[in-house]
Nanobody, 124 residues
Framework: QVQLVESGGGLVQAGGSLRLSCAVS????????MGWFRQAPGKAREFVAA????????KYADGVKGRFTISRDNTKNTLYLEMNSLKPEDTAVYYC?????????????????WGQGTQVTVSS
């Protein structure tokens, strides 16, 4: 089994920055591509960013391109999401997810493991 634990969420003013982390434990050899998703109240969970195991390939949702950066440190079994120029519409619970496959995937259904989420609130 694989366990994912997010941290780094909080309250920030619009225009500010936050860095989310996702610690991976358990059978880490069974994970390939990883991603970040978010879910705002009353809305479906949506794709934010994804990265393959080597970090050579990344993909972003249109609404976060140029503001968010996904990265990973496999020596520390940790996934990151650097979020800059935050907007009130970025407010959501952010989830870390991992796939057994190393192919980047943008749909919720493509991920095998999920964290519990961390709240990000951006005030205007």
């Amino acid at each position: 089994q694989v366990q994912l634990v997010e941290s780094g969420g909080g309250l920030v003013q619009a225009g500010g920055s936050l860095r989310l982390s996702c610690a991976v434990s358990g059978r880490t050899s069974g994970t390939g591509a990883m991603g970040w998703f978010r879910q705002a109240p009353g809305k479906a969970r949506e794709f934010v960013a994804a990265i393959n195991w080597l970090g050579a390939s990344t993909k972003y949702a249109d609404g976060v391109k140029g503001r968010f950066t996904i990265s990973r440190d496999n020596t520390k079994n940790t996934l990151y999401l650097e979020m800059n120029s935050l907007k009130p519409e970025d407010t959501a619970v952010y989830y870390c997810a991992a796939r057994r496959s190393d192919i980047i995937f943008t749909n919720v259904e493509g991920y095998n493991y999920w964290g519990q989420g961390t709240q990000v609130t951006v005030s205007s």
